[in-house]
């Protein structure tokens, strides 16, 4: 089993949608979440992080941890076409290394 | 200023060949790291060293051999290419691994292609 898992999508949803992005991952240890952004042809950057479980809302962009379920989430409000681009959640494992799920490609249309 | 930057952008070669990908930050980070992008966007880790150091070593075939000549830079090196070597090659460095929040900066990636 993986340690992340991710929807792969592609995901394709008009401007102003609500996006929900969403990972799971294997082990009730893991305690800090990370959603990193790729646009095309660029390196990830990070976007949010979480610890442990609960909302961390920043702008319009909302992560989301419920550890009993072992799911991660990020929401998009009023999504724009800027923010197209993939989305990758990762966490930190025990042996201190930052594993990616497989990443979400979201087109945003006008 | 470029934080993370490596070269070259691009990279077409034959299978059989050898090739390097240099990588420097100037963000005054004390770790790097080299990951690898599928065509499927998975993004793994392969190695990462702190301060000239190898410290994380994956399961990587021992044709990939990282050299750190100062903690500014690290190139990758690729012997006797395969076209399973195809995919993007991102560095990324960071001030302090040991944060479990630490914050990766990575490159823009290298686009390696063997034919």
């Known amino acids: 089993q993986k340690e992340v898992e991710q929807d792969p999508g592609p995901l394709s949803v008009p401007e102003g949608a609500i996006v929900s992005l969403n990972c799971t991952y294997s082990?009730?240890?893991?305690?800090?979440f990370m959603w990193y952004r790729q646009y095309s042809r660029k390196g990830p950057e990070l976007l949010m992080y979480?610890?442990?479980?609960g909302n961390k809302e920043d702008g319009r962009f909302t992560a989301q941890v419920d550890k009993s379920s072992k799911y991660i989430s990020l929401f998009i409000r009023d999504s724009q076409p800027s923010d197209s681009a993939t989305y990758l959640c990762a966490v930190y494992n025990q042996g201190g290394k930052l594993i990616f799920g497989q990443g979400t490609e979201l087109s945003v249309k006008p | 200023d470029t934080a993370v930057s490596q070269t070259p952008k691009y990279l077409v070669t034959q299978m059989g060949n050898d090739k390097s990908i240099k990588c420097e930050q100037n963000l005054g980070h004390d770790t790097m790291y080299w990951y690898k992008q599928d065509s499927k966007k998975f993004l793994k880790i392969m190695f990462s060293y702190n301060n000239k150091e190898l410290i994380i070593n994956e399961t990587v075939p021992n044709r990939f051999s990282p050299k750190s000549p100062d903690k500014a830079h690290l190139n990758l090196h690729i012997n006797s290419l395969e076209l399973g070597d195809s995919a993007v090659y991102f560095c990324?460095?960071?001030?302090?691994?040991?944060?479990?929040?630490?914050?990766?900066?990575f490159g823009s990636g290298t686009q390696l292609s063997v034919l």
């Open positions: 082990n009730s240890a893991f305690q800090y």
């Open positions: 990324a460095s960071s001030q302090d691994p040991g944060r479990v929040d630490e914050k990766l900066f």
């Open positions: 979480t610890y442990s479980s």
